[in-house]
């Protein structure tokens, strides 16, 4: 008579290596094997690890994060075998709570470094930088950048069902010809599948070389199946609808956010935790051609961090880049120059740029296309909660630097 | 003793062409004369033609909207030059009222034709459409577009202060050499200066001869100044920080938009309409090198038509365009990707695909970059308001076709 | 085809004394007919005076306030007929805009004199106080209280329908009886009807002297039909649902307000003004039966000013008096009490208490009740926007007192 | 380095019966002694009770309600020596996170006795009646009121310090002569020392004898210290500024609520429940001077549900109450109509008023002080969010009854 304490379906364990946990995995493939099974319509929790599997500590040297191995990222638990899931199923996930471990009240952001994995704004912030946070309930705040304190839209950065075959080949052959298309311009512009360090969940031995030659890396999302959308306000209280490939669903899940902002910019750039969160799945039945579904839809949930329309402070930016090219209509250029006039706006303060560059990437900031057809010119705006500071803003408020400290560099950086 | 009656810097007459009124012009440049001088600090009432300058009619047929002359377009009121203000200041503009003109309760939204000037989806939507709203005190609704009624999120598509001879001959150098890169694409990817149909205010002969060479179009925004942004929550109650860049500041503003969704889709995208402005000029000494400012700042008032968090629908989209091909993190692909999605699923209650491409046009659209650092994919979202629909739209209520009409076509197709 | 400009119903003229003014009547009762009619489902705009009838200047002396005659008070437009609407029938009155008139860009909050009406607070104030707010689009200030302004939730104070013969007989009844059992302390618990100064619209004669015989003053609101409610939620884009009592429905309309504070506290305690109000007004027939309605109800609109959560201070008031006195469960004592915690907290910045009276009544400050069933304590709370303020009024910043000038006095106080 | 896991001040047993628990108490005494100290800026979680000490159960009789012992109310969790609090100073309580046990996912309502505590309605609805709600994360549903689901606006019902013994004489003085003046109405206005069931902590022997006989009980709230406010907005984020009255503030906390509505109107209105607060506790010197201070401020988180204006259906009530009795501006009786507004309008879709009581009481909906001055009328408001219901409550769609079931009664009322 009424509900009982809810059924944790996977656990993790924080000590232990992630490639010995059967329940994890970090390729996505048809052929790996559900860690358990969750009915149509129940609650469960599950647990999970950060994206790197644990290779980021709380100290304040930014060499783990230079180092960190890609090839080991973004593991995810599952994959769950839903009862009664079909393909052209919806699968509907509702997201009922996102909490940090009680043990780790902490999580990091990192910039990359830009021989490994880089970020949005790497060819000017090559290093690699940390800023650890510390959660106090529903907030957040960091030794390494002073005088912030925000409120958590906690979230998972990836959820997704499995790729049939069939999604997965689709997926392979289009970003290898991207791959081939930029050949020659020594930019990694996609990840090919990599058979280094693939964890296949339980599997071993073929199936586990299979997923290694043809697995789809966890590191982008996909249309197909949504995965890694970084979506900071699939938060607390939102439903989410998934696509359904093969029988089961296969659903995984990860890549815990305590917070992030519109376009997660420094990659490693949400703050990144290990957690549990809370989900309910039901199966809606044929769900993809009754609502003409092709990519994931939510539908947030009723609470957020709100901070009223009028303490936002928005910047403009425009597809023009810093050495002054002209661009045609390219949001992702026009949103780089806004993060850079944010970058220009609060370095008056005494914040160091790569301070700014994490907390952009973490603090729940507002991107928006403004403007795409007015040719030449795209036009994005990034608002910043104002709020979100101990001190004050605003333009009409004079600008008084002060000691800000510094994020964790690497130690050659440090010295 | 108190306020005065609020003084109006510049009157428009809806019922003379745009040529011939002296308070307009429609291009860029640091020699068009003030039209009338503003005082550091006062509030003005500044009258507006919608951006066509009156071509569109209130009527039942787009052959107006697919004959639009683009060298006409975007008559801007003003310059208007502000006491005090010098190169190096930055103009704040406190937005504190926009309406529509008693006398002409409506406004329009359309599809232009994709051989002039087309809009963000012309590869799959080429023809011209139109709806045209009514406006019932702060909502509007159109029977071109059944079943939606919303509160416009008032404000002016375009507002700047004229550029300096540098900062214009910058603006005509890179457009060119971008013109120059596409020569072969057959691409319209930017908009040469032209003296056909120039208006430069007050000015004859060789001045306006040089604006027509040599003035830059005021369809894009740009970095340096602002213009057209498109910027839909620049609405009442908003404070925007202007760079200045010629004595006097030369402000001009226009393009007045009822209601915009984020990207303006359709390039006649907004609620245009006709209107009236009212707006507080302040100068702020020596404000570029004071804020680091390169480009506009704002910050948007308190008041906005607000649905809650948990009242938007919310669209994926991908950089995989509708082809299957992989694209490089690009937002402006994904942003199509997800435009097309809504387009998908609102079909479903018999809205025609040009209704729904008007519609997320002009309605209060959330256009979010999600993601855009998990190579190769960005993600953006689009955050449809439930509330703007008399009949409920979420996925678990089971859809039905209703009649829904049509928007206006050209005669050709209607007939 | 499209909408038209807007029908005026009923225009009032600002220089014209309103006794003299036929569309215009300051009592209820059901033999005042119609000044006009109106369509079922048509848009029209009405002019309001303000509830004094024009008899507060915008000046710096509150000797108008003092010696404010309140037989005149709160003049209404109407009533209007409205078409096919029958008694068990409700009205829909679609609140589509308000707005002052653009030549009067100011309104008034006065606080009367403790022998001329009074007000929430007037045991501790008892002298006439008031403060002028200059409009500046939607937002005000006041030479009067400076350091603060604020967008206007700007909203009619009365709106209802005329009451049938035989409720208005009911509130005769009623409120002579509560006069009866007060009639020893002394204090003015309600207002019975009164011959002076009614004006009845048309009528004259015998008509006019049984309205004044009879009509039920404007001042309270009532169960029955709502009338003057101050509810200052109930701005552009609402929905109010009127109980019709009378063929034809005899709506009126008036006592606008540019902005108020919930519980209007100084009694002319909103920022009254002039203006305009757009309605939209439609039949919903046999609505009193069908919705269960014995009072009205509303659905407010999408577009408040809006702080967010955590941008209000918020103080706590309990039903022990300023005198230690404990009352049971009374709200009406609780809040006063809140009311005081306001002022002994803003006082420290410089303010003088008439000031933040008066602010207190006019700004949109949220009052709640919080608790109501703890024996003996009613507790209440009212949440003051921080925002308004052109300082920061949090606990942890020092308060610093400022030169804050005075509000306007009687003469007698000014000298 | 970084936060350490954070420390719990104080567990409780819910198997084990709560007077047998020593950091419990159940009256307000200075010489209850503290349980535990708390550092001066320390974070602690603090676990609680139910206000009922356990003695509701998850069953569908409302008996255990009906027989609930009020002299055993309100066990709180406490009192915390806080290091260096002084009278005079005040503490400030930062609500960081609250949360119900994992072990026991759901709360209840209640509608009392009207012999046995009754609550707001109680001439109309005398009789007990119980809901049972099951958490699903942020969101709770209860069988007993069907197609109702919301998230949670979590909250302590109290918190408080101790007051000294000056204060405490001051309430029992005025509490005593408030029942000694309605001694003859036969009502019970406020409920005196009870030496019964006396829960004094670790005190026994003649210190529990005292506390018995002169500490105040926990229901309600007090203007000196706060206490019992149940403010449904101190939630999640909250500031807390409390007086403080003895050496060591002896702080105590209980009474959790999953969620509540303004006025908690049938008394065992929340859903109240067992769990963990998390609280930041710091001292602010000479605060209550510095802040001319005499009640609690609190300054709300950023995060709430958050419904949009436009998505409440509102309804208002006067001071005449059912009888058609006209009171004098008093709130209580105009919340009260307004409350039975709601009923009549709920009742149409199927409801038991008695489910439509509890829904009130629990649901977030919003209480409003509207009108306060109008004499003889206050007006009150109360806002419905509709979104919490699985149906559209909207007024111009048309009622249909369905079958909700029945909340739970008492055994001799079910049978």
């Not at 697995?215 to 199946?225: K, M, S, V, Y």
């Not at 250029?333 to 806004?338: F, L, M």
């Not at 303060?349 to 994490?358: A, C, E, S, T, V």
């Not at 907390?359 to 909660?385: F, K, R």
Request: charged share 25%.
């Amino acid at each position: 008579m009424g509900l009982k304490e809810i059924r944790t379906a996977m656990k993790v364990d924080l000590n232990k290596p992630a490639p010995e946990q059967k329940g994890l995995h970090n390729r996505w493939h048809p052929d790996i094997s559900p860690c358990a099974t969750i009915k149509n319509g129940e609650v469960v929790k599950i647990e999970c690890l950060d994206w790197t599997g644990g290779q980021i500590k709380n100290n304040d040297s930014a060499d783990d994060v230079r180092n960190v191995d890609l090839t080991r990222a973004h593991y995810l638990t599952g994959p769950f075998e839903v009862e009664s899931a079909q393909p052209g199923d919806v699968l509907l996930v509702e997201i009922q709570d996102v909490q940090p471990f009680q043990e780790q009240p902490w999580g990091f952001t990192g910039v990359l470094d830009a021989k490994n994995g880089g970020g949005f704004l790497d060819e000017l912030y090559p290093n690699a930088a940390k800023a650890i946070w510390d959660f106090e309930g529903i907030f957040c705040s960091s030794r390494h950048i002073p005088h912030v304190r925000f409120a958590g839209l906690i979230h998972p950065g990836i959820l997704g069902c499995a790729p049939s075959a069939e999604i997965l080949a689709e997926w392979n052959k289009r970003e290898s010809e991207l791959i081939t298309a930029y050949a020659d311009s020594g930019k990694v512009v996609a990840k090919p599948p990599e058979p280094a360090n693939v964890h296949a969940g339980s599997a071993e031995g073929d199936i586990k070389a299979k997923v290694g030659r043809e697995g789809a890396r966890t590191i982008p999302g996909r249309p197909e199946h949504g995965g890694n959308c970084d979506i900071k306000n699939l938060s607390r209280g939102s439903k989410v609808y998934l696509p359904v490939h093969v029988p089961g669903a296969n659903f995984s899940v990860g890549d815990l956010h305590f917070s992030q902002g519109d376009g997660e910019i420094s990659f490693c750039g949400a703050i990144e935790m290990a957690g549990i969160i809370t989900v309910k799945l039901s199966v809606i039945k044929s769900g993809m051609a009754e609502m003409g579904m092709k990519s994931p839809i939510f539908h947030p949930g009723p609470v957020e961090p709100q901070f009223g329309p009028g303490r936002y402070l928005t910047f403009e930016g425009f597809s023009v880049d810093h050495t002054g090219k002209q661009h045609y209509l390219d949001a992702t250029v026009a949103y780089r120059e806004t993060c850079l006039r944010v970058i220009e706006y609060l370095r008056r303060y005494g914040y160091d740029d790569y301070q700014i560059y994490l907390l952009l990437s973490c603090a729940p900031v507002q991107g928006h296309i403004a403007g795409l057809v007015d040719v030449p010119n795209a036009c994005t705006t990034l608002g910043v909660p104002m709020d979100i500071f101990g001190f004050d803003i605003r333009p009409e408020v004079e600008a008084k630097k002060m000691d800000m400290g510094k994020c964790a560099f690497t130690s050659d950086r440090m010295g």
